[in-house]
Structure formats: C-alpha cells, structure tokens
C-alpha cells in the first residue's frame, strides 16, 4: 500500500537475516538473529534439549530501555514454549525440553522491545 513502508518498519511482521551466516549479516541482524542448537539426535517421542540464544553472534544489549522480552520455540508451525524475560536480570536464552512427535524444522521467535520480532529456522 502506497505511504506504509512495512518493509522498512521493523515491527511489522516477522524480520529475517537476509543470510542465514554471521558473517554476511547486518549488526542489527548479528544481535537479534536467535541461534538454536539442540542436544543430542532428535527422535519421535523421545526427549530433546533445544536451546534458543539472543546475542550469539553480537551481544545484544539487556537494559531497562531495550532488552530481549520473550523467546518462543516451534516445531514447524506447532507451538513449543515460551520464556518471558525482565531486563536487566536475565539472559537472553532459554532451554527447552521437548518431545515431537514429527520432525519438522525447528523454528525461534525473539522479540526485541525497540526492534521487533525476529526469526530463525534450523533442520533437524
Ligand atoms: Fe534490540
């Protein structure tokens, strides 16, 4: 639509870094891209630790004004879990124990409270 510039505003919709490499990325992009690493083999109904990192690639600042809210895990489109966090008290990352019953990429959600929301997938 014609004077709505969604693509320039950071809080409408879902951002991504254009490239999935740390070296390739915008600062912004570095500090706000979640990392998701899981451990161990992902198996149909047996356990899995996934944790989801803010701030992997460049550390992103955890202040009163600007700070990580939130971070949310799915498998595929099938919510997970969610971490809510206060600022300056808590890290950006959160572990999650799951049980899946498909293998589906895993998909991080973060939202930043002066930058938005912010994705990764990663295969399993
Ligand atoms: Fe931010």
Sequence with gaps: MKGLKCEQDLFCGINRPKSSKPEEMSDLEKKHTPVIEISGKPEKGEPL???????????????HGHFIQWIELYSG???????????????????FTVKLDHIHPLKAL??????????ATKEI
């Design 77 to 95: 489109n099938t919510f997970l879990g969610r971490t809510d966090f206060a600022s300056e008290r808590a890290n950006p990352k959160a572990v």
């Design 110 to 119: 973060e939202h930043c409270n002066l930058h938005g929301t912010w994705e």
């Design 49 to 63: 630790e996934v944790t989801v990192k803010v701030g992997e690639h460049l550390k992103h600042p955890n202040e």
